[in-house]
């Protein structure tokens, strides 16, 4: 039987976002899996984004308003089939992949895959070095280079970027700003992470929940649940797992209610119980790594199920609908 969504008002916005990386790549494990070995670990990356983009074509969630694409448009995305710019029809939820440059360069056919399926392709870094640990020049070489990949796959601008573990910082920011993207999306406000960074940027003009920092530049910050003075990590990810669904979905309402959007991330192997486990690495970092592996996928789904009546849009939609058409002035 088919639960109630929740929000029933097309004015609350759910932004999806997916961190394109595998098994293997994941900063909690460097120190047992360095980068000179990646080429010789299995791929698995490929079957478990396929996984999310098959439960993302089989989502109906509440009727877009957006105009159909016109022809021309820059608008990621934009090659949507017909039948999706209907607008009285139930569409399937949009999402961003952020994809690593690496595996880009090695499985491009994934990457026009998430195109072909309707999806906003940015970028996630080339070698998934912390952002703020780079030199000024690495980092920018790392941006341009993962830019750079992703445009000559799609042939369509990149507009977005996230830091590896939201490794972000102001510094980092300014030079993301200067690599030619539009927005960064890796503010994570939940402070008990060590790794997440931080950033200033509330004295900023607000679009919604994006932050405007400089001229045509945004911040769109992972969502989290404010509680007075505290707040509490609703983003995504391992709480997303670790949390009994019922709470994590009374999160992500309190989050709609207080903020009008609500941005989520997973990760495509959050969806694999089957994959190689690292055996070597901290009990804590296990923990967090492959707890309810086998429980996202139905997770996923019924998250949007429930909030099917909101509108789900791909970041570079939402800057466009909260900014106008200038969001994406070249
Ligand atoms: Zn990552």
């Not at 994941?26 to 478990?48: A, G, M, Q, Y």
């Not at 970028?123 to 952002?131: A, K, P, T, V």
């Not at 992703?150 to 601008?157: A, K, N, S, V």
Request: net charge positive; with cysteine; proline share 5%.
């Amino acid at each position: 039987m088919r639960r109630i969504p929740y929000c029933n008002q097309m004015t609350h916005h759910i932004l999806l976002t997916i961190d394109v990386e595998d098994w293997f790549q994941v900063e909690n494990f460097k120190p047992w899996i360095p980068f000179e070995s990646w080429d010789s670990r299995e791929l698995r990356v490929e079957k478990n984004t396929h996984r999310l983009l098959d439960l993302l074509d089989d989502a109906r969630v509440q009727k877009s308003t957006l105009s159909p694409p016109t022809s021309g448009s820059e608008l990621p995305g934009s090659n949507t089939k017909s039948s999706e710019s209907c607008k009285s029809c139930p569409r399937k939820p949009k999402a961003t992949f952020f994809v690593l440059g690496w595996l880009a360069e090695r499985l491009p056919r994934l990457v026009r895959e998430i195109q072909a399926r309707g999806h906003e392709v940015a970028s996630h870094g080339y070698s998934h070095e912390l952002s703020n640990q780079c030199s000024t020049d690495c980092l920018k070489q790392d941006l341009l280079k993962s830019k750079k990949l992703l445009e000559d796959i799609t042939g369509d601008r990149v507009y977005g970027y996230r830091a590896p573990s939201f490794s972000i910082s102001d510094d980092v920011l300014r030079v993301i700003a200067e690599a030619g993207y539009l927005y960064d999306s890796s503010y994570n406000s939940f402070s008990l992470h060590g790794r997440y960074g931080k950033v200033s940027i509330n004295g900023n003009k607000k679009r919604g929940v994006a932050h405007l920092l400089s001229n045509n530049f945004y911040e769109l910050p992972i969502s989290n649940l404010r509680l007075g003075k505290k707040i509490f990590p609703f983003g995504g990810g391992a709480y997303f797992r670790l949390m009994p669904p019922a709470f994590f979905r009374f999160g992500v309402r309190r989050i709609l209610n207080q903020q009008g959007a609500y941005l989520f991330y997973v990760h495509p192997w959050e969806l694999d119980y089957e994959q190689p486990r690292v055996r070597e690495a901290s009990a804590n970092f296990k923990f967090r790594h492959y707890s309810n592996l086998g429980k996202t996928h139905q997770r996923l789904e019924r998250l949007i199920n429930r909030f099917s009546d909101c509108r789900f849009v791909t970041c570079t939609e939402y800057l466009e609908l909260e900014g106008g058409r200038s969001a994406r002035q070249d």
